[in-house]
């Protein structure tokens, strides 16, 4: 049997990258016409098409949105982003009778899920979320012909608006903080550096030391977990020299590394300071409060599902969604060294 073509075998055809084809496919602006000429061109000559169900999806409605999410179910109820987004997405939904179809999924289905959504028509459109670099799962999209709203933009082309959230602001703010406190001994515990988010906060976090004259003592690497917490703050303690203050890429493992440096004996934030980023709602109950970044996943959830329902309406040309950016939260796990 013939294997059907893909937008990676357009691309080659036309000598142009799969982002390009994308957006000519999709008809998004920013390309030049005679680029735009020679990608359906080429796909004509291939005989790309989106599959029958994908078609299907631009002449029919589901009245749902999607979104499929690998993580443990068990713990998904504790994440500090996702409740709180999703509560944002329902917010705009319930107004419209729309539902939302949500597929929490072991790592490595992802492709499956959307697989699946497509084949049975389940939604209209679906929000990309915890890009990866490179991430397949857009050219994935564009081939089954689901539009789609990305959260935070790509590290590539991609076809699709993107609904984006600054996380940079808040770790410089986060950083200096720290500095002006009088604290040279700064670690980070960073979230999982296929992510595109995660890298953008451990280079904030490098690239804001840097400019005040230091060097990490150490970027461990977690996984968002609380028990990634737990394990890097140990491995940071029992350095020769241990910092005096730890910036987390969440509140979760914040909160865990808190846990871990009071039990192993230190006094916060006397012998150490700790830092979160979400400020999701445990974070000003904990002893001490925690500082961290406020990032409203709450708002973000309602700007995705309206940018989305206008993706899905037809509306060409939709336009990326700037959100105001992370803010510093000061509270009592932050002090001068001691």
């Known amino acids: 049997m013939t294997k059907r073509p893909t937008i990676a075998d357009v691309a080659r055809r036309a000598g142009v ?5 994308s957006f000519a496919l999709n008809g998004r602006p920013g390309l030049a016409q005679a680029t735009v000429d020679k990608i359906l061109a080429a796909a004509d000559e291939l005989g790309w098409r989106p599959s029958n169900r994908a078609r299907s999806l631009s002449v029919s409605k589901a009245f749902a949105l999607g979104l499929v999410i690998t993580r443990d179910p068990a713990v998904l109820s504790s994440d500090p982003f996702f409740p709180a987004f ?4 329902e917010s705009v939904l319930s107004t419209k009778g729309q539902a939302l179809v949500l597929q929490v999924v072991a790592d490595g289905s992802e492709a499956d899920g959307y ?3 497509a084949q049975d028509a389940r939604v209209d459109g679906v929000f990309l979320s915890d890009l990866r670099h490179d991430d397949p799962r857009i050219e994935l999209l564009v081939e089954l012909g689901i539009p789609a709203v990305t959260l935070n933009r790509p590290d590539g082309e991609s076809p699709f608006p993107a609904v984006t959230l600054d996380d940079r602001p808040g770790t410089v703010a986060v950083v200096e903080h720290l500095v002006g406190l009088g604290h040279t001994r700064i670690a980070h515990v960073a979230g999982p550096q296929t992510f595109v988010h995660a890298t953008a906060r451990s280079a904030a976090f490098v690239e804001t030391l840097a400019a005040a004259g230091l060097e990490p003592v150490a970027v461990e690497a977690g996984d968002f977990t609380a028990a990634g917490g737990i ?4 491995r940071l303690l029992a350095l020769p020299e241990p910092p005096t203050a730890v910036v987390y890429a969440n509140d979760r493992m914040a909160i865990a590394g808190l846990s871990a440096a009071q039990a192993a004996g230190l006094t916060v934030p006397d012998d150490l300071s700790v830092a979160g980023f979400d400020d999701s709602e445990l974070a000003e109950y904990v002893h001490p409060g925690l500082t961290t970044v406020r990032a409203d996943p709450f708002r973000f959830g309602a700007a995705a599902a309206q940018t989305l329902n206008r993706v899905v ?4 040309g939709v336009p990326d969604v700037e959100l105001p950016p992370a803010e510093l939260v000061v509270r ?3 002090a001068a060294p001691a």
């Open 313 to 316: 309406d037809g509306e060409s």
């Open 86 to 89: 999703i509560a944002g997405v």
């Open 231 to 234: 394990e890097a703050t140990r």
């Open 17 to 21: 990258s799969k982002g390009s084809v």
């Open 332 to 334: 009592r796990s932050t």
């Open 115 to 117: 697989r699946r959504l």
